[in-house]
Structures are given as structure tokens and as C-alpha cells.
């Protein structure tokens, strides 16, 4: 992302945007180092769902700051307002005919579901704001510097992590559980579980590997490339499958890439066997793990891992067009949940409604045909997959595209295991690629209004 280059000023006005920049980088570190943390007790507590993770606590009071103290700069920003109040109406409109089904064809009371219906609709508001947030943020920072301040972020949550699995003792974990909301038996630095840690790292590790390749000093390419060495490490140690089957969706989006920007015969068969090595090395470094998600042993995350999934497309064939409504699955989970799932202990628990949170669809596309019907499911699917579609086509226009692209993999990667509409790395991803594009292509309009304009004197 290239920065954008501020006019000559007074010394006090440079002063002043030196301030500004400063404090721009400090609010981002911040915001990026507490991505990796996915929940506290406070936030818990205030707004459960909506509101657990403490980044999006720092980006609402980002979002005050900026309006009281910098209003003015928004209007710079191009938001398509118009399209994203369209967007909203709509899925308003769709939500309250299938709140319809949700408060005549579920169990609770009408206050239960009205009240999940509005947290869950405020969350997803929220989520659109957030993007928009994160690309009004990023839209000055150049891309080497936001590589650099998300790399320095990444330290701290991986010392806690590499700290913690090298502490047989237990008393890294002490330390870091009242970081967590709960524990786990396995490592996972400041996250819940190891699954959300190994994420965050898939989403992380492609731009510090952008550092290792185009960092601007011989030195910041060697720590970088150290750190994705690192970064590698942990999330093999963290024996998570969620990133395993992420790191392999970057991969194969790597392979295509390489193999879009071929032309030549000789170049594509080349680019193809690369691709096919690469994804074949990485296939059998993981082969056993990948395997174990086909292991149904009682009582294993297996189950309810399936049983969720089952449960939420036999509902949603159910209610294929309008949905049950937002947040509504766990009160229909009890009536859909598959016999072999009651194996579970935790889905037995939500099945006779005594979770404590609520059920979860564990896929967010899952989700979206459940609770939103198919045609409002393939707009959203479609809006959260389009830019990674754009990347595909266009990598080649700007070295840093192909990195924010695997990120973007990376962040949208964890919605396959969770269904959480507010996680942000997959929202600052998309929004950094979507800038990326925006700038890419903004490049290459002024590169031929230019070679236009020459054309024209020549002539």
C-alpha cells in the first residue's frame, strides 16, 4: 500500500502530522497485537458475544476518536455509502421476515429470541463497520509500514505461546489464564485454544514473509524471515487442524497464481510441477492430523464438530429460502442435532438447552444458509469472497497483492471453523486487500492515462 505523500507544511504543522503519524502507529499496534486475543472476562460479561474481544472495545473508542477529534478526514474516504445502506435495508428486511419463523417455529419465549436477534444483528452491523473502520485507519499507512507494525505486534503473543509449551511446570499458564476465558490443555499463548491461535498465525505469517522478500533493509528481511520460521513453528506445535487446512488453501491459491501468470507453454508445465510439489510436501508434513478429522471417536471434538455442521444444513433445507433467523440456530439445534452427535458431552449440553453460550453452527458459511436462506447466503458469501477472486486475476499488479491475498486466506480460513460474524482478522485482511486493490488498480489507470498522454505528444 503506498502511503499517501502529505503537502509542505510549517514546522508546526509537521510537528503536528509528526504526532499524528505516531499515534496512528501506536493505536494500530495495540489493535493488531490484542487480534490474537479472542475473548476476556469484561467483554464477556458486558455484551457476551457481541463485544467479547477486546479489539473490538479499542476500535469502537477509535471510531470516537476519530469522529470528535478528525471528523473532517472521513469525508476523504470513499465508503459507497449508498451501497452499504442498500446492503443494510436488505438484510433488515430478510431478518425480520425470518424472525417471523424464529419466534413462531423455535422453543424460547418471543423476548428470548427478539433479544439474540438483536445482539446477533448489532454483531454483523458492527462487522460492516469495522471494515470500513479498518480501511479509514489503514488509508495513509504504506504497505511496508503496515507489514512492519503487524510483524512487531506478532512478538509478544508468540513469546507467550513458545514460553508456555516449553514450560512443562504449568506456571507460563497461570500466568496467561486470566488472559482467557477458558483453558486448554494444549498451548495457545493469549487465545482460548490452540485452533484460534494457529489461525491468527495463518493470517499473519504471509505478510511477514512479505518483509522477508521486499523489506527495504538487509536486516529487517533476516528478522522477518526468522520470524516466519518461528511463527511456522508454533502453529506445528500447536497441533491445530484448523491452520493445517488453512495453510493448504494458500498454498493451492498460490500454485494457481503462479500458474495464471505463466504464458508460455514450458512455463506452465514448470509452474504446475512447483505447485504440485509444494502442495504434495505440505499434504504429507500434516497428512496426520489432516487424517485425524476423520476420526469419530466418542466424546472427541470430532463429533461435535460434524454434529454442528449436519445439524445446521438439515435445518437450513428446512428453511432454504428466508432462513430461521439471525442468531436463531441454537434454539432449533435441539430438534435438528444428528443421534451421533449426542455423543458429545458439549452438544449433548446445548441439545437440552444447558450451554452456556450458544450453539454454534462452527462454520460461518454454514451459518449464513441457516439462518439467512440461500439467496442472501450466496450475496454475503459472495461479498466476503470477492475480493480474494479480484486477487487471483490480478496478482502481478502490486508485489505486495499476492501476500495481502494469502492473508486474506488466512482470516477468512478461520471462518470455516467458527461463525463468529465480528472476527477481526478476517476483517482487517479483507480490508487491507480490498485497499490493495483499490491502489493497484488506481496504478494502473494512471500509468495509462500517462503513457496516453505521451502518445499524444508524440503524435
Not at 486474506?408 to 486493490?437: C, E, H, K, N, R
Amino acid at each position: 500500500m503506498n502511503a499517501i505523500e502529505l503537502p509542505p507544511s510549517a514546522a508546526a504543522e509537521e510537528l503536528s502530522q509528526g504526532e499524528r503519524h505516531l499515534s496512528l502507529n501506536f493505536l494500530l499496534f495495540v489493535l493488531f497485537t490484542t487480534l490474537v486475543v479472542d475473548s476476556f472476562g469484561p467483554g464477556i460479561e458486558i455484551l457476551r458475544e457481541f463485544g467479547a474481544r477486546p479489539v473490538n472495545f479499542l476500535l469502537a473508542a477509535a471510531v470516537c476518536a476519530i469522529c470528535l477529534l478528525d471528523f473532517g478526514k472521513w469525508r476523504g474516504v470513499s465508503l459507497r455509502l449508498w451501497r452499504t445502506l442498500f446492503i443494510a435495508c436488505v438484510l433488515l428486511c430478510v431478518s425480520l421476515l425470518n424472525l417471523w419463523i424464529a419466534l413462531t417455529r423455535s422453543g424460547p419465549d418471543a423476548a428470548t429470541v427478539a433479544s439474540a436477534w438483536i445482539r446477533q444483528f448489532l454483531m454483523l452491523a458492527w462487522g460492516v463497520t469495522s471494515y470500513f473502520t479498518w480501511k479509514r485507519l489503514l488509508s495513509s499507512v504504506g504497505e511496508q509500514s503496515y507489514a512492519r507494525l503487524l510483524a512487531a505486534s506478532a512478538v509478544l503473543p508468540l513469546l507467550a505461546f513458545m514460553l508456555e509449551y516449553a514450560d512443562p511446570s504449568g506456571v507460563m499458564k497461570s500466568i496467561l489464564d486470566p488472559f482467557r476465558v477458558k483453558g486448554d490443555l494444549r498451548p495457545s499463548g493469549f487465545s482460548n485454544e490452540p485452533s484460534t491461535y494457529t489461525a491468527w498465525v495463518t493470517f499473519i505469517w504471509p505478510i511477514v514473509l512479505f518483509i522477508a522478500a521486499r523489506g527495504r533493509t538487509a536486516r529487517g528481511r533476516v528478522l522477518a524471515a526468522l520470524l516466519a520460521i518461528v511463527l511456522a513453528v508454533s502453529a506445528y506445535l500447536s497441533n491445530a487442524r484448523t491452520g493445517i487446512v488453512i495453510f493448504i488453501l494458500q498454498v493451492a491459491f498460490f500454485g494457481y497464481t503462479k500458474l495464471r501468470q505463466q504464458h508460455a507453454f514450458g512455463g506452465v508445465i514448470r509452474a504446475l510441477i512447483v505447485a504440485s510439489l509444494c502442495l504434495a510436501v505440505s499434504l504429507i508434513v500434516v497428512w496426520d492430523r489432516l487424517m485425524s478429522l476423520t476420526d469419530m471417536s466418542p466424546n472427541s471434538s470430532e463429533v461435535a464438530r460434524f454434529g454442528y455442521t449436519v445439524a445446521g444444513f438439515d435445518l437450513f433445507l428446512d428453511y432454504p429460502w428466508v432462513g430461521t433467523g439471525i442468531g436463531q440456530f441454537s434454539y432449533f439445534f435441539g430438534q435438528y442435532v444428528p443421534a451421533f452427535a449426542m455423543g458429545s458431552a458439549e452438544v449433548a449440553s446445548y441439545a437440552f438447552g444447558l450451554g452456556k453460550y450458544r450453539a454454534s453452527t462452527f462454520n460461518l458459511f454454514v451459518r449464513l444458509l441457516t439462518e439467512f436462506g440461500l439467496p442472501m447466503a450466496l450475496l454475503l458469501g459472495g461479498v466476503i469472497l470477492r475480493p480474494i477472486v479480484r486477487a487471483a486475476r490480478s496478482v502481478g499488479s502490486s508485489p505486495f497483492l499476492l501476500y495481502a491475498a494469502l492473508s486474506a486466506i488466512g482470516g477468512v480460513g478461520f471462518w470455516l471453523s467458527q461463525d463468529q460474524y465480528g472476527y477481526q482478522p478476517a476483517i482487517l485482511s479483507l480490508a487491507v486487500l480490498t485497499l490493495t486493490l483499490e491502489r493497484a488498480r488506481a496504478q494502473g489507470d494512471a500509468v495509462r492515462v500517462s503513457t496516453g498522454s505521451e502518445q499524444g505528444c508524440h503524435t
